[in-house]
């Protein structure tokens, strides 16, 4: 079955930098796109980047563009979301995801990780 292990979250100041990973397993993964997404207390999961596999196009949300960057690497099945500049509103819980629908609608993703938390200090 298809598997989504995000780790790399953690607790940083203000400024600092984060490198989220993603290994995914049980699918050919070349014929989907990954995603991260992300949702805070209160609030509703929302989109944060996305990639095609085999182009590596990349697709970012207004409010981390510039900041961060998604990646993979085929050899080891794994998905990146280099994190840089973080800021407090960056808190949350941060989920991969893969699938083959819009790449920025959560609807077009049908499996999920377990969630990594991010909490950026000010």
């Known amino acids: ?62 409010s981390v563009k510039g900041r961060f960057t998604i990646s993979r690497d085929g050899a080891k099945n794994t998905v990146y979301l280099q994190m840089n500049s973080l800021k407090p509103e960056d808190t949350a819980v941060y989920y991969c995801a893969t699938g083959d629908g819009s790449i920025w609608n959560r609807n077009g993703y049908d499996y999920w990780g377990q969630g990594t938390q991010v909490t950026v200090s000010s």
Do not use: H, N
């Not at 609030?43 to 085999?54: F, N, P, S």
């Open 1 to 62: 079955q298809v598997q989504l292990v995000e780790s790399g979250g953690g607790l940083v100041q203000a400024g600092g930098s984060l490198r989220l990973s993603c290994a995914a397993s049980g699918r050919t993964f070349a014929r989907y796109t990954m995603g991260w997404f992300r949702q805070a207390p209160g609030k509703e999961r929302e989109y944060v980047a996305g990639i095609t596999w085999t182009s590596g196009s990349t697709y970012y949300a207004d």
